[in-house]
């Protein structure tokens, strides 16, 4: 498989023991996590998408970032991630999710 273009990490918030048990699962990002997948797929976009264990943003989950880039967005639903999938589409950040430092 060649590197894709953008890498998407949802947190999941796995633990160590991989049980899903924080903020963001409990928000839906599994859901998320689906939805991204279609909508890659159906966009035809060179991106692949992956769930992470806790990155620590519990305040502000579901969390998403975008590789190589480094954007990271907070408080996603699917209609925020289709604004960010819009914007890869154009090769920028959808600056209005991102997250503040």
Request: negative net charge; proline residues 5%.
């Amino acid at each position: 498989m060649a590197k894709p273009q953008y890498h998407i990490f949802v947190c999941n918030s796995f633990r160590l023991t991989g049980e899903p048990q924080g903020v963001c699962n409990k928000k839906g990002a599994r859901d998320l996590l689906q939805y991204l997948e279609e909508e890659i797929i159906n966009r035809g976009l060179d991106a692949q998408v992956s769930s992470t264990g806790c990155l620590k943003v519990c305040t502000r989950g579901p969390a998403m970032v975008v590789y190589p880039a480094g954007w990271w967005y907070g408080e996603m639903t699917e209609q925020k991630a289709e604004a960010v999938l819009d914007a890869l589409e154009a090769g920028e950040p959808a600056t209005e999710f991102l997250m503040d430092s």
